[in-house]
């Protein structure tokens, strides 16, 4: 069974900073390009960030780049994704989602059908 999960969210003033974790099981994970996503109450799910199977090859949304980075530790079957100088605007559900993709570009991450998604992590960032 496929499982992938977020952890690392919370509270967090503005300027600040999370580091979100995606953990995945039951697929090889090495094969899996992912991305993480995030929908704020009453707006539609939102791309944020990408990472290619190897990690080599990353894409981030205009809205935060320069703030995130995503990356991965394969050893761990774990997808990270530091969030640095928080905003009110960044807070949302956080979901990580994983599809089958064994290439260095990840630029249509965004509009990828993904294979298997986590259920997400609130991030809240205040004022």
């Known amino acids: 069974q496929v499982q992938l999960v977020e952890s690392g969210g919370g509270l967090v003033q503005a300027g600040g900073s999370l580091r979100l974790s995606c953990a995945a099981s039951g697929l ?3 094969n899996y390009a ?3 996503f995030r929908q704020a109450p009453g707006n539609e799910r939102e791309f944020v960030a990408a990472i290619n199977w190897s990690g080599g090859g990353t894409y981030y949304a205009d809205s935060v780049k320069g703030r995130f980075t995503i990356s991965r530790d394969n050893a761990k079957n774990t997808v990270y994704l530091q969030m640095n100088s928080l905003k009110p605007e960044d807070t949302a ?4 989602a ?3 993709y064994y290439s260095n570009y990840v630029v249509s991450a965004p509009n990828w059908k993904y294979d298997y998604w986590g259920q997400g992590t609130q991030v809240t960032v205040s004022s």
């Open 93 to 96: 559900v956080y979901y990580c």
């Open 28 to 30: 090889p994970f090495s």
């Open 98 to 100: 994983a599809r089958n």
């Open 34 to 36: 992912i991305g993480w």
